[in-house]
T-cell receptor, first 116, second 112 residues
Framework: DARVTQTPRDKVTEMGQEVTMRCQPI?????VFWYRQTMMQGLELLAY????????DSGMPKDRFSAEMPDATLATLKIQPSEPRDSAVYFC??????????????FGPGTRLTVL | GENVEQHPSTLSVQEGDSAVIKCTYS??????FPWYKQELGKGPQLIID?????GEKKDQRIAVTLNKTAKHFSLHITETQPEDSAVYFC???????????FGKGTTLSVSS
């Protein structure tokens, strides 16, 4: 049963600390998305990659957030320094790519981040 | 850019009743409209989707309708069950391989 995995599932940290979230997309999927979910804003896109190259990171605060794909099986989202307003659930999603009708996005279980 | 509005934000029904959630979108170029179900503590899961060349799609108790002219689409759940209780999100997308734009979600509660 192929699925997107994310670690850690929960993270509590203090303001100013660095946070790294990891995502393993479904094997063979070439498009990876990072979304953030809050009560106020709902689900918002932060960034996404195709074939490991960043395509759109306009939703990400550039001064503190960075997203990378070191290889095809790992995507990372880093926040440095973290702030209380970064508290949210961060989801990774992957899609097969190719532009075909089956290009469905599959979501991971999320990382719940709390910044004190 | 695309904007997706979703209504209602909360919906309570009795078991066995039908539930309808409606969404409108702003970008006439959007051509793919998925619906996701999110249970507590989990990531959104796709339950049904529709593409712009189709007006209606059904999967057992779930159906989605699309009106391209009016730029709105709806989720219909019939014979609701307590396990249908969750948050439902609609979304829209212009092009395969690009990001989804989500509505704000509808919390559905089905009481037995």
């Amino acid at each position: 049963d192929a699925r997107v995995t994310q670690t850690p599932r929960d993270k509590v940290t203090e303001m100013g600390q660095e946070v790294t979230m990891r995502c393993q997309p479904i094997l063979g999927h070439n498009t990876v998305f990072w979304y953030r979910q809050t009560m106020m804003q709902g689900l918002e896109l932060l960034a996404y990659f195709r074939n490991r190259a960043p395509l759109d990171d306009s939703g990400m605060p550039k001064d503190r957030f960075s997203a990378e794909m070191p290889d095809a099986t790992l995507a990372t989202l880093k926040i440095q320094p973290s702030e209380p307003r970064d508290s949210a659930v961060y989801f990774c999603a992957s899609a097969p790519g190719g532009g075909g009708p089956t290009d469905t996005q599959y979501f991971g279980p999320g990382t719940r981040l709390t910044v004190l | 850019g695309e904007n997706v509005e979703q209504h209602p934000s909360t919906l309570s029904v009795q078991e066995g009743d039908s539930a309808v959630i409606k969404c409108t979108y702003s970008d006439s170029a959007s051509n793919y409209f998925p619906w996701y179900k999110q249970e507590l503590g989990k990531g959104p899961q796709l339950i049904i989707d529709i593409r712009s060349n189709v007006g209606e799609k059904k999967d057992q108790r779930i159906a989605v309708t699309l009106n391209k002219t009016a730029k709105h689409f709806s989720l219909h759940i019939t014979e609701t069950q307590p396990e249908d209780s969750a948050v439902y999100f609609c979304a829209a997308r212009r092009q395969a391989g690009t990001a989804l734009i989500f509505g704000k979600g509808t919390t559905l509660s089905v009481s037995s």
